[in-house]
Structure formats: structure tokens, C-alpha cells
């Protein structure tokens, strides 16, 4: 694959994997995936934007050089750190030591680590920096936690093309570069990388997409998947509507559950109708029966999440544990969340779960609420005034 015009005196210069059938360990990459950098050549300086996964590095030279002489480039603008884009800065130091090396400031210590030579120029930004390369301005925008701490973007002014980094990416491969020229469904592609690498940072996007408001965007040229120069505003607003806050007008709480012999569904049924009486919306779900897709759209929606879990040889049980999983890929920080459950002897899983959850980040009530096996009317009176204490907790 050659370099290929996206601009005047702007090309892609990016590499094509269209093998990969899984990304970063979890991401499903049916179609595979491209690795997009991009040089711009303004009347007195190059910026090449991002390099590719290591593997694919002669390939991406050899793009360069139909462009022009990687000697003659000044900067290597390095969008995030992780090395899908990082993978041939090395190798293209070795060819030209004087490239400017351009990041974020808190990239700063990532791209250091990234290239071990403490003789390379690297300076780290700050938003809304500029370099006019003649004609040619670039204006930066800081992102952190889209979806690295280091991400940064910038919009090439002379030509309205905003470099998103991962932003609004989809993993697919195919002859084309350009979005409008493929048949396949490429907002569902660009929707799949949303929900699998993006979503969890959700908290962080709503607060950076402001930062493009005011940007007259006409070409959207991510880091991975297809370039989009149709309607490219549907992609922005796309991020502003998944990424808002679901909880906004809603008082819901999400009640996860499992049982075996019904103890703990008693318990749950018994806490779901005290906090339903305090005014909450409880969406109840079985662990053991969980459409994955709905309970995440569920715990987005909820400002508190309680977890009640038999004990299993001296654990909670595994349906537990894998609903606990689907918090990996949601915006949780802060939500608050209590732990009960019935149990034989040592009723260990409870605090498992509860200890957990701590490590998820989340507010955990400090009391978790234990039953043992079938749950006597005294210890449903506990419940009821443990209950009291939760619908206080989370209000
Ligand atoms: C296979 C098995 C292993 C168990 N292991 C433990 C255990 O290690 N610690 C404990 O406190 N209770 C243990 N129990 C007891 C259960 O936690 C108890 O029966 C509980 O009431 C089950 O609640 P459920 O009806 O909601 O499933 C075990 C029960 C079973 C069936
Ligand atoms: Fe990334
Ligand atoms: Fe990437």
C-alpha cells in the first residue's frame, strides 16, 4: 500500500493489517484493523502525525519516502503512547536523530520510556499549542483519558482535518481509506470501538469534547479504520451522546443477584421493595441470566450498585464474579455500592465482593449485610434497617 493524498501536501501514510482478528488481548477485529499516521508539508516544515505497530515499520518508511526525504521531517507529533502508533519511533530516529519529537505533558514520561535515549528532543504541550509548519498551522487539543492519560489530538486549520488519535476509530480494513467508499457498516465499526476500548472513560470524553466545539471540522482522519470527510459532525455528536451521563434523571439503583436454593433472591427481593417503597427505581438481574449488553446499559443508568452473593467454598460465586467483570468497560468511578448475602459458616464471598468492588473504585457501604442459610424474621428486620441505611447512603 502506497501513501495516498488525503489534501494538499497531507497524506496518509499509514499501514494496513487486515489479518488481525483481536486487538489489545479483548477487541474481536473481525475485519482487521489499519494503523493510520499521516505527514503534512507545509512551506517550511514536515510533521508526521503518529507511526505504526512494529512489524509494519519498512512498509511505513517506504510511504514516507514517496513523500519525502524522512531526514528532511521535523517533527513526529506522538498522539498517545501505546504501541499500535509507537511502534517504529526508534526505527525512525535512527534514520533522522534531530526529529522533533512533539507530545503531551503527560506523555512526556511515556515517550521517554518509549524511546530510552535521553538525547532526543521531546517537548510535551499543553492544550490549544500551535506549530505552522508555512501554511500549514496545527492547533492541539489535550484529551486525557481518550482513552489513554497521554491522548492529544490537533486540528491542520488550512484544511479543517481534525487527527482524533483513537477518537472515533474503527477497526477495519479494506482497499479504500475513505468511510464513503466502503459498503460495509462503518458506524456500527466505529460504535464496536466505542463500547469496547472507549466507553470506560466516558466520565473523562464529556469533559474533553467541548474542546472541539468550536472546530469547523470537514475530514475526520482517526488512528485506526476508515477516514470519514461525509457528514463527519455525526461521529462527534455520537461520542457526545454515549458518552453523556446516563444517571442524569433517574433514581435508579441496580440489584445483582444469585442464588442456588433462594436464600439470597430473599434477601434481594426483600431489599429491592424496602428501597423501591424509599423511592428508588431497582432494576433486579440474575447473574446467572444476564443479557451482558442490557446490565451495562443498566449500570450506567444507576447511581448505586448492590451485589448479593451466596458463599461457595469459601468464594462468592462465579455468575458474581462475571457480572463484576462487566464494570471493567464502564465508567463506574464514584458510583456507590453495598455487598450482601446469605450464607452457611464463614460467609467469606461477601467480603470478597465487597473488597473488590473498593478496588474498582467504587463508594462501598461499610457494613455488608449477612443472613445465614434460610433467613429467620430477625434477620429480615436487620435487612429492613440495613436497607433504611443504604437508601441513605445512596440518596
Ligand atoms: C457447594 C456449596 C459450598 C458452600 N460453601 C460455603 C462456604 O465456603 N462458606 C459459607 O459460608 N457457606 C458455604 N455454603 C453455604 C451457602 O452459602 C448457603 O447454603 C447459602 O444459604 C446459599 O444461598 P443461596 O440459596 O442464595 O444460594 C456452601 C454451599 C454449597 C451448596
Ligand atoms: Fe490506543
Ligand atoms: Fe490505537
Known amino acids: 500500500m502506497s501513501a495516498i493524498k488525503i489534501a494538499e501536501n497531507v497524506h496518509w501514510v499509514g499501514v494496513k493489517d487486515p489479518d488481525l482478528r483481536l486487538f489489545d488481548i479483548v477487541v474481536e477485529t473481525k475485519h482487521g484493523t489499519t494503523y493510520n499516521a499521516?505527514?503534512?508539508?507545509?512551506?517550511?516544515?514536515?510533521?508526521?502525525?503518529?507511526?505504526?505497530?512494529?512489524?509494519?515499520?519498512?512498509?511505513?518508511?517506504?510511504?514516507?519516502?514517496?513523500?519525502?526525504?524522512?531526514?528532511?521531517?521535523?517533527?513526529?507529533?506522538?498522539?498517545?503512547?501505546?504501541?499500535?502508533?509507537?511502534?517504529?519511533?526508534?526505527?525512525?530516529?535512527?534514520?533522522n536523530p534531530k526529529l522533533k519529537l512533539v507530545c503531551s505533558a503527560p506523555a512526556l514520561p511515556f515517550v521517554q520510556n518509549t524511546v530510552n535515549n535521553p538525547e532526543v528532543d521531546i517537548t510535551g504541550i499543553k492544550n490549544d499549542h500551535e506549530i505552522d509548519l508555512g501554511g500549514k498551522k496545527l492547533i492541539f487539543k489535550m484529551m486525557p483519558y481518550m482513552h489513554w492519560p497521554d491522548t492529544m489530538m490537533e486540528y491542520l486549520e488550512e484544511d479543517k482535518i481534525l487527527f482524533p488519535c483513537?477518537?472515533?476509530?474503527?477497526?477495519?480494513?479494506?482497499?479504500?481509506?475513505?468511510?464513503?467508499?466502503?459498503?460495509?457498516?462503518?458506524?456500527?465499526?466505529?460504535?464496536?470501538?466505542?463500547?469496547?476500548?472507549?466507553?470506560?472513560y466516558a466520565m473523562y470524553i464529556r469533559k474533553n469534547m467541548p474542546k472541539l466545539d468550536?472546530?469547523?471540522?470537514?475530514?475526520?482522519?482517526?488512528?485506526?479504520?476508515?477516514?470519514?470527510?461525509?457528514?463527519?459532525?455525526?461521529?462527534?455528536?455520537?461520542?457526545?451522546?454515549?458518552?453523556?451521563?446516563?444517571?442524569?434523571?433517574?433514581?435508579?439503583?441496580?440489584?445483582?443477584?444469585?442464588?442456588?436454593?433462594?436464600?439470597?433472591?430473599?434477601?434481594a427481593d426483600s431489599l429491592?421493595?424496602?428501597?423501591?417503597?424509599?423511592?428508588?427505581?431497582?432494576?433486579?438481574?440474575?447473574?446467572?441470566?444476564?443479557?451482558?449488553?442490557?446490565?451495562?446499559?443498566?449500570?450506567?443508568?444507576?447511581?448505586?450498585?448492590?451485589?448479593?452473593?451466596?458463599?461457595?467454598?469459601?468464594?462468592?460465586?462465579?455468575?458474581?464474579?462475571d457480572a463484576i467483570m462487566l464494570l471493567q468497560g464502564l465508567s463506574i468511578m464514584g458510583k456507590k455500592a453495598a455487598v450482601f448475602g446469605s450464607y452457611g459458616w464463614g460467609g467469606e464471598g461477601i467480603k470478597l465482593v465487597a473488597e473488590r468492588l473498593t478496588g474498582l473504585r467504587l463508594k462501598v457501604f461499610e457494613e455488608n449485610y449477612r443472613a445465614r442459610l434460610v433467613p429467620s424474621g430477625e434477620e429480615m428486620t436487620g435487612l429492613k434497617v440495613w436497607s433504611e441505611r443504604i437508601a441513605e447512603f445512596i440518596a
Not at 464513503?180 to 476500548?197: G, L, M, Q, T
Not at 433486579?284 to 448505586?304: G, H, P, R, T, V
Open 38 to 95: 499521516y505527514l503534512i508539508k507545509g512551506k517550511n516544515s514536515a510533521a508526521l502525525i503518529d507511526t505504526v505497530k512494529a512489524g509494519f515499520t519498512d512498509e511505513y518508511l517506504a510511504n514516507l519516502r514517496e513523500i519525502m526525504p524522512i531526514e528532511e521531517i521535523e517533527y513526529l507529533i506522538v498522539n498517545h503512547t501505546e504501541s499500535d502508533h509507537s511502534g517504529a519511533i526508534v526505527p525512525l530516529l535512527e534514520i
Open 166 to 200: 483513537d477518537g472515533f476509530a474503527g477497526h477495519y480494513s479494506f482497499e479504500s481509506i475513505w468511510a464513503d467508499e466502503c459498503n460495509h457498516d462503518i458506524d456500527w465499526e466505529v460504535e464496536y470501538y466505542y463500547k469496547s476500548i472507549m466507553r470506560t
Open 214 to 267: 468550536d472546530l469547523d471540522i470537514k475530514i475526520i482522519a482517526p488512528s485506526h479504520g476508515p477516514l470519514f470527510r461525509k457528514n463527519p459532525e455525526r461521529h462527534l455528536n455520537s461520542y457526545r451522546e454515549w458518552s453523556a451521563d446516563k444517571t442524569v434523571g433517574k433514581n435508579q439503583v441496580c440489584l445483582f443477584y444469585t442464588t442456588s436454593y433462594g436464600n439470597t433472591k430473599r434477601l
Open 272 to 321: 429491592s421493595s424496602h428501597l423501591t417503597a424509599a423511592g428508588y427505581e431497582v432494576v433486579m438481574l440474575d447473574c446467572a441470566n444476564l443479557d451482558e449488553d442490557y446490565a451495562k446499559d443498566m449500570i450506567e443508568q444507576s447511581k448505586a450498585l448492590l451485589y448479593g452473593t451466596p458463599t461457595f467454598n469459601g468464594d462468592a460465586v462465579k455468575p458474581v464474579w
